[in-house]
């Protein structure tokens, strides 16, 4: 026989857990720089500076070249 009872520690838990999380999201928030300067919004990527539009379309050749090195190499 199990009555709501057994679950309040259970609830309790999960409330803190919920708690804390909301809690360190606030602080950290909060208490976190607010500097956004124009040199921390440009995008960094392993020290090369980006140049060039992103989207441009790749040939189909190379997604057909991964995919078959990723299935010979799972295969091995």
């Known amino acids: 026989m199990s009555n709501s009872i057994d679950y309040v520690a259970i609830l309790i838990q999960f409330g803190v857990a919920a708690g804390f999380v909301v809690t360190t999201m606030l602080v950290t928030h909060l208490v976190g720089p607010k500097r956004k300067t124009s ?38």
């Open 39 to 76: 040199d921390k919004l440009v995008s960094f990527e392993s020290g090369i500076e980006s140049v060039g539009n992103a989207r441009l379309p790749f040939s189909i050749k190379y997604f057909l070249t991964a995919i078959l090195f990723v299935m010979f190499d799972v295969e091995v």
